[in-house]
Nanobody, 118 residues
Framework: VQLQAFGGGLVQAGGSLRLSCAAS????????MGWYRQAPGKQRDLVAA???????NYPDSVKGRFTISRDNAKNTVYLQMNSLKPEDTAIYYC?????????????WGQGTLVTVSS
């Protein structure tokens, strides 16, 4: 299984970035896909999630600024980030999650660094 995240970089406050995560080795359409982030010295937190039927979930900190989407034909999940703030600076990780009934399986990508300058 591989989750390869792309698109991080350095951007000024107020700018935008689009992250992509290409998945292989999983039945992509049957997985909930998510983006998490981890800033130095902090825990890893959920940024956005999208279910198999396209329902989305965001914490208040990014609601209205970030949009998650998925393309099942391309096995790819995206995170469009607008109106970026310095506090959005973190390593962003892609996650796949599947509930098998008797258990769950999570996979993580390698992370991509997003740096927002003030």
């Amino acid at each position: 299984v591989q989750l390869q995240a792309f698109g991080g970089g350095l951007v000024q406050a107020g700018g935008s970035l689009r992250l992509s995560c290409a998945a292989s080795g999983i039945i992509f359409s049957r997985n909930v896909m998510g983006w998490y982030r981890q800033a130095p010295g902090k825990q890893r937190d959920l940024v956005a999630a999208i279910t198999t039927d396209g329902s989305t979930n965001y914490p208040d900190s990014v609601k209205g600024r970030f949009t998650i989407s998925r393309d099942n034909a391309k096995n790819t999940v995206y995170l469009q980030m607008n109106s970026l703030k310095p506090e959005d600076t973190a390593i962003y990780y892609c996650n796949s999650h599947r509930n098998y009934g008797l258990g769950v399986k999570d996979y993580w990508g390698q992370g991509t660094l997003v740096t927002v300058s003030s």
